[in-house]
């Protein structure tokens, strides 16, 4: 069976941080060892990444801001998501390499395969085995979105190029990937999403 590294995805405001958490605690009750991770971030190295590539002060070139975004993520793949798969957790991300392939891939253009080409060296395998992909419409997630950030508040048509991006990679790994209304009421998107990984693991 494949190990439980479970991907939250989709735009901004699409509910990702506060469904995979709801999760978390879903199985934490049951006894089980939960991870938490997010990208871009979750190590040190990758934290200031972050800051780099979010803050309104720089503006990295497309491929800079690509290769970043993979730079940060072979760290955390090294330093955390590996180590606690192999260590018996389940490892929950709020965000992941799925995120680059639609945001830079399809949103900035640079193309979805090449984007993938580029961080599959440096995660060694270490690859989500389930992504939760929540859709939502670009204009009500920007309206539920508080602090906007420097991709993030590229607006609404990008958006919609990255969630274009987020759909059809989807349907190019339909066994990987399950699609949630995340327009639907937060209790039964929670529930969703519980039932998709439990009917896995
Ligand atoms: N990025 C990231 C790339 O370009 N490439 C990459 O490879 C990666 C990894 C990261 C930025 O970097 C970009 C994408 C982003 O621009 P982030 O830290 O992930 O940013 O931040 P965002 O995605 O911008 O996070 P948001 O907070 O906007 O989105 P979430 O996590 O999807 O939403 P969440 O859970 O915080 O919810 C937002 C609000 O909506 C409510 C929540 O209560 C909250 O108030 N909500 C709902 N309300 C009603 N109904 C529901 N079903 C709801 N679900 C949530």
Do not use: C
Request: aromatic share 6%.
């Amino acid at each position: 069976m494949s190990l439980p590294y479970i991907a939250f995805e989709g735009i901004e405001g699409a509910g990702k941080s506060t469904v995979a958490e709801r999760v978390g605690e879903r199985l934490e009750a049951e006894g089980r060892r939960v991870v938490r991770v997010r990208e871009p971030g979750g190590t040190a190295v990758g934290e200031r990444i972050r800051a780099i590539l979010l803050g309104h002060d720089l503006l990295p070139d497309p491929w800079t801001e690509a290769l970043l975004f993979a730079a940060a993520r072979a760290q955390l793949a090294a330093e955390v998501v590996g180590p606690a798969l192999a260590s018996g957790a389940w490892v929950l991300s709020d965000r992941s390499v799925y995120s680059s392939l639609a945001y830079q891939g399809a949103g900035r253009g640079l193309g979805i395969d090449t984007v993938r080409g580029v961080n599959e060296p440096g995660l060694l395998g270490v690859w989500p085995s389930l992504v939760i992909l929540l859709n939502v419409d670009p204009t009500e997630g920007l309206h539920r979105q508080d602090v906007g950030d420097r991709i993030g508040d590229e607006g609404a048509d990008f958006q919609r190029s990255v969630a274009d991006g987020f759909i059809a990679t989807a349907a190019s790994e339909p066994d990987r990937f399950v699609i949630i209304d995340a327009g639907d009421q937060l209790d039964s998107v929670v529930a969703a999403a519980y039932r998709e990984i439990r009917s896995r693991w």
